[in-house]
Nanobody
Framework: QVQLVESGGGLVQAGGSLRLSCAASGLIVSINTMGWYRQAPGKQRELVAT???????NYADSVKGRFTVSRDNTKKTVYLQMDSLKPEDTAVYYCNADVRTFYTRNRDYWGQGTQVTVSS
């Protein structure tokens, strides 16, 4: 019923930048919080950044000052601008959205993940 399609991952050198995008589609009535999580090999999935429907944001301490999360409600899209990337940012990044559809109450949906690799 809801699809989250991510784009923008890739390989970048340390200190470089990448911008991730995630577009939601389907029979959507409203989207509450949207955000990004990441999972590095051998580690648990962790929160990177979220943005609520009113624009308030939340960041993991490890990315504060380097990453910026934003959203375009008309496009049902969330973005993650990643600057000053470090090798430890290497992970699969997953988009997440709390969505209400015509048929369901609010529930979490996940994207398929996009690989971000930062070389030293």
């Amino acid at each position: 019923q809801v699809q989250l399609v991510e784009s923008g991952g890739g390989l970048v050198q340390a200190g470089g930048s990448l911008r991730l995008s995630c577009a939601a589609s389907g029979l959507i009535v409203s989207i509450n919080t949207m955000g990004w999580y990441r999972q590095a090999p051998g580690k648990q999935r962790e929160l990177v950044a979220t943005v609520s429907s009113d624009g308030s944001t939340n960041y993991a301490d490890s990315v504060k000052g380097r990453f910026t999360v934003s959203r375009d409600n008309t496009k049902k899209t969330v973005y993650l601008q990643m600057d000053s990337l470090k090798p430890e940012d290497t992970a699969v990044y997953y988009c997440n959205a709390d969505v209400r559809t015509f048929y369901t109450r609010n529930r979490d949906y996940w994207g398929q993940g996009t690989q971000v690799t930062v070389s030293s």
